[in-house]
């Protein structure tokens, strides 16, 4: 099968991504949600623009952005949320068109990217992997997909996309936040740098 018809067969209809306030700013103002490689090479942007991992332990992948199928990988983000927890920051979900899963040079991860028993494939079958029974982590640690699972969701919450060098923001369908206050401004930002026509949504439910 190809790509396209994974997606189809699993009724994916979304690639996300967690950041900052800033990290989405940065995105939206760049155009392009960058690989950590990437991010220095922006001069206007490295010092404003921080990475949601202050370390990164899958080092032959730093030109590679992480996504998620369909929802965030939420060890992650309270990892993540815990580096920020004494910076004033707070997150929004970056939701793409799947269809960015289609293109050349996607790799696709069945568990987080650094664990040893990740398996890397690219094509329909790395993608339909990430939806197997069962998912190896490391040692003897497995996640067992759940019958009460909807398609969408891969087996294990780590699954990623690795998307090579940005991704660019012509494919951004939406943004979520928590709170009222966090959409006026995510929505302005929209508007002052020309993605008028990305939605800004309310849905703290995405976040848990």
């Known amino acids: 099968m190809t790509v ?33 490689a990437k991010l220095p090479t922006q001069k206007h942007l490295v010092n404003v623009y921080p990475p949601n991992a202050r370390i990164r332990y899958d080092t032959f992948h730093l030109d590679y952005v992480n996504l998620s199928v369909s929802r965030i990988n939420r060890s992650f983000f309270d990892a993540s949320s815990n580096w920020h927890r ?12 799947p269809e960015i899963a ?10 987080n990217n650094r664990y040893s028993g990740c ?9 339909e992997a990430l939806f197997a029974r069962r998912i190896h982590q490391y040692e003897d640690r497995w996640v067992t997909r759940s ?3 909807p398609r969408r969701w891969p087996t294990c919450r780590q699954a990623e996309i690795l ?16 709170n ?7 929505a302005g930002w929209c508007e002052l740098v020309g993605h008028d026509n990305v939605p800004v949504e309310v849905r703290p439910a995405v976040f848990e």
Do not use: K, M
Not at 7 to 21: C, D, G, K, P
Not at 105 to 110: C, E, K, L, R
């Open 4 to 36: 396209q018809d994974v997606l189809e067969q699993q009724e994916i209809e979304e690639v996300v991504h967690f950041t900052t306030n800033v990290g989405a700013l940065g995105t939206l103002a760049d155009r392009r949600l960058l690989s950590r």
């Open 86 to 97: 004494n910076e004033d920051v707070w997150w929004c979900v970056l939701s793409f068109d």
């Open 102 to 111: 289609t293109h050349d040079g996607v790799q696709f991860a069945t568990t």
């Open 119 to 127: 398996q890397r494939a690219a094509d329909g079958e790395g993608l």
């Open 147 to 149: 019958e009460t699972s």
């Open 163 to 178: 998307y090579p060098g940005a991704v660019s923001t012509e494919h951004l369908r939406g943004i979520y936040v928590v």
């Open 180 to 186: 009222d206050a966090h959409h006026d401004v995510a």
